[in-house]
C-alpha cells in the first residue's frame, strides 16, 4: 500500500488571501475601485450614526420612563412608610393618653396606618430586586413591626386595667419605633431617593457618542458630495443628497429631543422632585415632634438628656426648630423645612397650603407652650385637654398642619407629572425613527454611488 502526501506550495508562490488583498488594493487604484469603497464606508457610517443614536436614545428613554413610573414612585411610597410609621406611633401615644376615653376614631386611625405601613412594606419587597441595602430595610421593618405592635398593645391592655406598667410599656415601644423601625424607614427612603437620582443623571445626559457619529456621519456625506462635484461638475447626487437628508434629521432629532427631554426632566426634579423632598421632610419633622409632645406627658419627666432636661420636649424643640426655625423670622426661619418648600414653590396653588402649614405650626408652638406650663404647674387635666383635646388642642393644629402638607404634597406631585411625562414623551420614538432613518441614509448613499459606478460601464 502505498501513501500520499500533499506537498507545500512551491517556494515563491502565495497564498490566496495574499493574493485578494493585491486586487483589491489594485481595485482601489481605479475610480470605480475607490467608488466601492466609499460607498461602503458612508453606508457603514450613517448605519452606526443610526445605530449609536437608537441605542443611547433608548437608554435615556428608558431612565426617563424609570423617572416617572418607578423610581419616583416608589420615592413616595417611602416616605408614605415612614408617614404610616410615625403617625401610628403619635396615635398610639395619643390614644394612651386619653386612657378609658380612646376614641374609635383614635383605633381606627393607629389600624389604618398600620394597615397601610404593612402594605406599603409588601409592595418595597416586590420591588427591591437587585438592591441590597433597601432588601435589608425592608427585612428589618417585617421583622420589627410585629414586636411592635405587641408592645403597644400590651401597653394599652396595662393602660385599661389602671396599672402604671403600661407606660413603661409604650416607652419601650416608642423606643423601638425611634432607634429601629424609623432609622430603617429612613434608610428605604434614602436609598429610593438615590435610585431617582441615578435615573435622573441617566435621562438626562448628553448622548455625546451619538452626537459625535453623526458629526463625522456628515462630514464624510459632505466630502464625498464635494468629491462627485469637483469630478464631475454636477452639483446634485440625489441618492448622497437623501441620506445627508436623513442624517441631518436624525441628528436634528436626536439634539431637539433630548434638549426638550432635558429641559422637561429639570423642570420636574427643581418645581416637583425637590419641593416633594422638602415637603416630606417636613412632615416627618412634624410626626416626630408630634410623638414627642405626646410621650411628654407619657413619661412625665422619666426619660433624661444628659443636660437634665425632659428628653420628649427636647425632640419636641428640635422638631419644631427644624420647620419653621428658631425664630419668627430671618435666614434660619428660611433656611428651615416649611421655609424652604415656601421658596420652591413656583405658583400660589403650591403656595397656600405651605402658608397654611406654617401658621398652624407657629399656633401648634403657642398652645404647646400653654400645655407645658399647665403642666409644670401641677394641672395635669388642663395639659392633657391642651395637647389631645378635641378643640383648641395641639392635636387640632398638628393635623391642620398635617392636612395643608399634603395637599401641598398633591399639587408637587402633579407638577412633577406634568413635566416629566414631557421629558418622556419628548424620547418616544427617536430610538426607531433613527434605526429607519439611517437605514433610508445608508441605502441614498449606495444607490447614489451606485449611479456613478454605472457610468463606467
Do not use: C
Not at 136 to 155: D, F, H, S, W
Not at 410 to 437: K, N, T
Amino acid at each position: 500500500m502505498s501513501t500520499s502526501s500533499v506537498s507545500p506550495p512551491a517556494a515563491g508562490r502565495r497564498t490566496a488571501w495574499a493574493e485578494g488583498l493585491d486586487e483589491l488594493r489594485a481595485a482601489a487604484t481605479t475610480e470605480p475601485g475607490r467608488l466601492r469603497v466609499i460607498g461602503a464606508v458612508l453606508a457603514l457610517l450613517v448605519v452606526l450614526f443610526g445605530a449609536v443614536t437608537a441605542w443611547q436614545a433608548a437608554d435615556r428613554a428608558a431612565a426617563a420612563e424609570d423617572v416617572v413610573e418607578h423610581s419616583q414612585p416608589l420615592t413616595a411610597d417611602a416616605a408614605s412608610l415612614y408617614r404610616s410609621l410615625a403617625d401610628a406611633d403619635t396615635t398610639a401615644a395619643a390614644g394612651f393618653l386619653a386612657g378609658g376615653e380612646e376614641s374609635r376614631a383614635t383605633r381606627d386611625r393607629y389600624a389604618a396606618d398600620i394597615r397601610t405601613a404593612s402594605a406599603l412594606l409588601v409592595k418595597a419587597s416586590a420591588n427591591s430586586a437587585g438592591s441590597g441595602g433597601a432588601g435589608a430595610q425592608i427585612a428589618k421593618l417585617n421583622g420589627g413591626l410585629p414586636r411592635y405592635t405587641g408592645l403597644v398593645e400590651t401597653a394599652r391592655a396595662n393602660n385599661r386595667q389602671g396599672l402604671p406598667l403600661g407606660g413603661a410599656y409604650l416607652r419601650y415601644a416608642h423606643e423601638q419605633m425611634r432607634t429601629e423601625l424609623l432609622p430603617a424607614a429612613r434608610a428605604l427612603y434614602d436609598a429610593e431617593t438615590d435610585r431617582l437620582a441615578g435615573d435622573y443623571a441617566t435621562a438626562k445626559a448628553w448622548p455625546w457618542w451619538a452626537l459625535a457619529a453623526g458629526v463625522v456621519a456628515l462630514g464624510a456625506l459632505g466630502w464625498a458630495q464635494r468629491r462627485h462635484y469637483r469630478r464631475t461638475n454636477r452639483v446634485f447626487n440625489r441618492g448622497l443628497l437623501a441620506a445627508t437628508a436623513a442624517s441631518l434629521v436624525v441628528l436634528g432629532w436626536l439634539v431637539a429631543g433630548h434638549t426638550v427631554a432635558r429641559g422637561e426632566l429639570t423642570g420636574s426634579y427643581e418645581h416637583g422632585a425637590r419641593s416633594l423632598r422638602v415637603l416630606n421632610e417636613a412632615r416627618i419633622a412634624a410626626l416626630r415632634a408630634r410623638g414627642d409632645e405626646n410621650l411628654t406627658l407619657v413619661a412625665r419627666g422619666a426619660v433624661l438628656t444628659d443636660g437634665r432636661q425632659d428628653f420628649y420636649d427636647a425632640g419636641f424643640r428640635a422638631g419644631m426648630t427644624e420647620l419653621v426655625g428658631a425664630g419668627d423670622h430671618g435666614a434660619a426661619a428660611a433656611r428651615s423645612r416649611l421655609g424652604a418648600a415656601l421658596a420652591l414653590a413656583d405658583d400660589e396653588a403650591g403656595r397656600r397650603p405651605v402658608r397654611v402649614a406654617l401658621t398652624q405650626v407657629r399656633q401648634w408652638q403657642a398652645r404647646h407652650a400653654q400645655a407645658r406650663a399647665a403642666d409644670e404647674g401641677g394641672d395635669y387635666d388642663r395639659a392633657l385637654a391642651k395637647v389631645i383635646g378635641a378643640e383648641g388642642s395641639t392635636g387640632e393644629s398638628f393635623d391642620r398642619a398635617a392636612a395643608g402638607l399634603e395637599r401641598a404634597l398633591v399639587h408637587e406631585q402633579a407638577e412633577f407629572r406634568s413635566a416629566a411625562d414631557g421629558g418622556r414623551a419628548a424620547l418616544r420614538g427617536l430610538p426607531v425613527g433613527a434605526g429607519v432613518l439611517a437605514g433610508l441614509g445608508a441605502l441614498g448613499a449606495v444607490l447614489g454611488i451606485g449611479r456613478r459606478l454605472a457610468e463606467y460601464r
